[in-house]
């Protein structure tokens, strides 16, 4: 796990940000939404991290949303009434499916459901009604369900990446490791099988090169494999003005990944749009989709979180807990993002 888990920390500082509200957020309506939307999220979570997973989606869901309407009232891009939310957006259904094929569906783009509005927002995607995305294939993009398959097939997980080690001086080329590839990928081995792989990764199916076992042009990756499984590879990406500040290539790396606090992620696409989700958004369609199965199916709901008698009970209880744990973070993270 690289990241830290500061709950509290995070609900400091947005209740701080309360007396001077960011963005748009700093008088009228959009204020007084503002305000009132973060004591509401604030009030849920908390409430979720004292109840069991037989409701905790519930409040999780909810507080996320109110989150949401607070976001949107700061964000510096919603011009007029379109800060104002209407509806989830987002739909999920296939409850009598396979927990890892249930469907999530969007409204269109035109909607002013907070789902949608907020993806326009964050540049992360929409993809309707008639393309749905599976539960499995978002559930994988988060990085605190690496450990967490739901499934055997061969997975395209959050892969994480490290700016720290980008040498000082000019240079043309962008060079970072690129973590946790799959075992799948590492034990093939072949260049082919690597570049299928990335291809899923926007950020990544437009890397320059990455390090061979052997100096022909088409020679094998060379990946470095971790004890507890997986492992890593250095990939560079070339710069578009060539020779490139530090500060030039960490931010050419920021547009090539997605943020989870201080962490940087590549993520795949979601399928039928060719675009990788805003990680608030792929939380958002989790624990979206988590809260319906409770509310409206609460035996079958039931049954997934019995640990005696279901293998999925641990990850999805490890799921919720970690929703409370790191989605202040990222909601703290996300309102700086959008009323910069």
């Given at each position: 796990?690289?990241?830290?888990?500061?709950?509290?920390?995070?609900?400091?500082?947005?209740?701080?940000?309360?007396?001077?509200?960011?963005?748009?957020?700093?008088?009228?309506?959009?204020?007084?939404?503002?305000?009132?939307?973060?004591?509401?999220?604030?009030?849920?979570?908390?409430?979720?991290?004292?109840?069991?997973?037989?409701?905790?989606?519930?409040?999780?869901?909810?507080?996320?949303?109110?989150?949401?309407?607070?976001?949107?009232?700061?964000?510096?891009?919603?011009?007029?009434?379109?800060?104002?939310?209407?509806?989830?957006?987002?739909?999920?259904?296939?409850?009598?499916?396979?927990?890892?094929?249930?469907?999530?569906?969007?409204?269109?783009?035109?909607?002013?459901?907070?789902?949608?509005?907020?993806?326009?927002?964050?540049?992360?995607?929409?993809?309707?009604?008639?393309?749905?995305?599976?539960?499995?294939?978002?559930?994988?993009?988060?990085?605190?369900?690496?450990?967490?398959?739901?499934?055997?097939?061969?997975?395209?997980?959050?892969?994480?990446?490290?700016?720290?080690?980008?040498?000082?001086?000019?240079?043309?080329?962008?060079?970072?490791?690129?973590?946790?590839?799959?075992?799948?990928?590492?034990?093939?081995?072949?260049?082919?099988?690597?570049?299928?792989?990335?291809?899923?990764?926007?950020?990544?199916?437009?890397?320059?090169?990455?390090?061979?076992?052997?100096?022909q042009p088409d020679g094998p990756p060379d990946f470095t494999r971790y004890d507890h499984g997986g492992g890593e590879?250095?990939?560079?990406?070339?710069?578009?003005?060539?020779?490139?500040?530090?500060?030039?290539?960490?931010?050419h790396l920021r547009g090539l990944t997605r943020s989870h606090g201080r962490s940087r992620w590549f993520l795949p696409?979601?399928?039928?749009?060719?675009?990788?989700?805003?990680?608030?958004?792929?939380?958002?369609?989790?624990?979206?989709?988590?809260?319906?199965?409770?509310?409206?199916?609460?035996?079958?709901?039931?049954?997934?979180?019995?640990?005696?008698?279901?293998?999925?009970?641990?990850?999805?209880?490890?799921?919720?807990?970690?929703?409370?744990?790191?989605?202040?973070?990222?909601?703290?993270?996300?309102?700086?993002?959008?009323?910069?």
């Amino acid at each position: 796990m690289y990241m830290k888990a500061e709950p509290d920390e995070a609900w400091e500082k947005l209740r701080a940000s309360r007396a001077n509200p960011p963005g748009k957020a700093g008088g009228g309506a959009r204020r007084k939404t503002y305000a009132a939307a973060l004591e509401q999220a604030e009030q849920m979570f908390r409430a979720a991290a004292v109840v069991g997973p037989a409701t905790r989606p519930l409040q999780a869901f909810y507080g996320l949303s109110q989150a949401g309407r607070a976001i949107a009232a700061a964000a510096v891009d919603l011009k007029g009434e379109d800060w104002r939310l209407d509806g989830h957006g987002i739909r999920a259904s296939g409850f009598d499916k396979p927990f890892a094929d249930i469907e999530i569906r969007t409204d269109p783009a035109t909607s002013r459901g907070s789902f949608v509005r907020l993806s326009q927002l964050l540049d992360s995607p929409v993809w309707g009604k008639d393309d749905p995305v599976r539960l499995e294939d978002v559930w994988d993009m988060l990085p605190v369900n690496l450990e967490y398959p739901l499934t055997d097939r061969n997975r395209y997980t959050a892969l994480y990446t490290d700016d720290r080690g980008i040498h000082s001086d000019p240079h043309p080329l962008l060079h970072v490791p690129v973590c946790d590839i799959p075992d799948w990928v590492i034990d093939n081995g072949g260049r082919e099988t690597a570049d299928a792989f990335f291809a899923k990764y926007p950020g990544l199916a437009q890397y320059h090169e990455y390090v061979r076992r052997t100096p022909q042009p088409d020679g094998p990756p060379d990946f470095t494999r971790y004890d507890h499984g997986g492992g890593e590879l250095r990939v560079s990406w070339l710069m578009p003005q060539g020779h490139a500040l530090v500060d030039e290539r960490r931010e050419h790396l920021r547009g090539l990944t997605r943020s989870h606090g201080r962490s940087r992620w590549f993520l795949p696409a979601i399928p039928p749009t060719g675009r990788e989700p805003h990680l608030l958004m792929a939380w958002w369609s989790i624990i979206y989709t988590l809260s319906m199965l409770a509310r409206y199916e609460p035996a079958g709901w039931a049954g997934l979180i019995s640990v005696d008698n279901n293998h999925l009970a641990v990850p999805i209880e490890s799921l919720l807990k970690r929703a409370i744990d790191f989605l202040p973070a990222l909601i703290a993270s996300t309102l700086e993002e959008v009323s910069g």
